[in-house]
């Protein structure tokens, strides 16, 4: 064999490697994340806040079924959250190779969360496309209060916080100056949205803004990152955590997938945050 040929052949051999990869065994990978946040917005005497994040299932057999579903409900229960966010996307649409699920029985099983620890959720894009409505009743008839462009006093046992909840961005249905307005008090702050490019507009009384909707790129590559973004932030900003000016924003990769069932580089993930205080 030439060496021309054998470069050929081992080229063949590690795309095909990595499409196996990226469609049979990374999809189905869970990892859980654990961001340490403070922020001068919480106050240096409570205790620090635990927060559950769920995002993106786009839930769909065969790699998002209803029993990984009750698997991914478990593991962040066992991560022992005082509080849960689920920041949208819970139906799966224009994803090839897929069977989307009904909405209530997905709706059914995180509902655990609900019975567990306080939870609230957005809705995304994908979940407009499927019917907003439908998403919605389905999360609220299991005990998921659903914000859209409006907040939630949450008590809890160390005091109260408040969180914010815009309506999703990319069918353009938000209202950041409407959600805030219904913020209104004197507790803590948080907002929950869909898509992270509100953070752009976020005041900086928010100790945290929480956003979905970008799976983190879903497909990576290695010194280059995401492929696509689906954001208008800074490519540093539309994963993970960050910080500008003392505002903090953390976007979730998510769970599930859209387009095309693959992950590369970016496993999915649930997320346990903590936010604490400081003097600075």
Request: charged letters at 20%; glycine letters at 8%; a positive charge.
């Given at each position: 064999m030439s060496l021309l040929a054998a470069t050929l052949a081992g080229t063949l051999v590690t795309a095909g490697s990595a499409a196996l990869y990226a469609s049979a065994v990374e999809p189905s990978l869970l990892r859980?994340?654990?961001?340490?946040?403070?922020?001068?917005?919480?106050?240096?005497?409570?205790?620090?806040?635990?927060?559950?994040?769920?995002?993106?299932?786009?839930?769909?057999?065969?790699?998002?079924?209803?029993?990984?579903?009750?698997?991914?409900?478990?593991?962040?229960?066992?991560?022992?959250?005082?509080?849960?966010?689920?920041?949208?996307?819970?139906?799966?649409?224009?994803?090839?190779?897929?069977?989307?699920?009904p909405i209530e029985p997905v709706a059914a099983r995180l509902g655990r969360l609900a019975g567990a620890v306080p939870t609230l959720?957005?809705?995304?894009?994908?979940?407009?496309?499927?019917?907003?409505?439908?998403?919605?009743?389905?999360?609220?008839?299991h005990g998921i209060r659903v914000l859209r462009?409006?907040?939630?006093?949450?008590?809890?046992?160390?005091?109260?916080?408040?969180?914010a909840g815009l309506d999703d961005g990319w069918t353009g249905r938000a209202d950041l100056g409407r959600a805030l307005d219904a913020a209104a008090g004197e507790e803590p702050l948080l907002l929950l949205c869909h898509v992270p490019d509100a953070f752009a507009a976020v005041p900086s009384e928010v100790a945290l803004t929480i956003a979905g909707h970008t799976h983190g790129g879903q497909v990576c590559l290695p010194g280059f990152g995401p492929v696509r973004t689906v954001?208008?932030?800074?490519?540093?900003?539309?994963?993970?955590?960050?910080?500008?000016?003392?505002?903090?924003?953390?976007?979730?990769?998510?769970?599930?997938?859209?387009?095309?069932?693959?992950?590369?580089a970016r496993p999915p993930e649930i997320a346990l945050l903590t936010l604490g205080g400081t003097d600075a």
């Open positions: 859980l994340r654990r961001p340490q946040v403070r922020s001068r917005h919480w106050p240096v005497e409570r205790a620090p806040l635990r927060i559950g994040v769920l995002s993106d299932l786009h839930a769909a057999r065969p790699l998002m079924g209803l029993r990984r579903i009750e698997r991914i409900v478990a593991r962040l229960l066992a991560a022992r959250p005082d509080l849960v966010l689920l920041a949208g996307d819970f139906a799966s649409t224009h994803t090839r190779l897929v069977r989307p699920l959720a957005v809705l995304g894009n994908h979940d407009w496309y499927y019917g907003g409505e439908r998403v919605a009743a389905a999360l609220a008839a462009n409006e907040a939630a006093r949450v008590s809890l046992p160390d005091g109260a916080v408040r969180v954001s208008a932030l800074p490519r540093h900003q539309v994963y993970g955590l960050s910080e500008v000016d003392g505002r903090h924003l953390y976007v979730s990769g998510g769970v599930g997938t859209t387009a095309l069932p693959i992950r590369f």
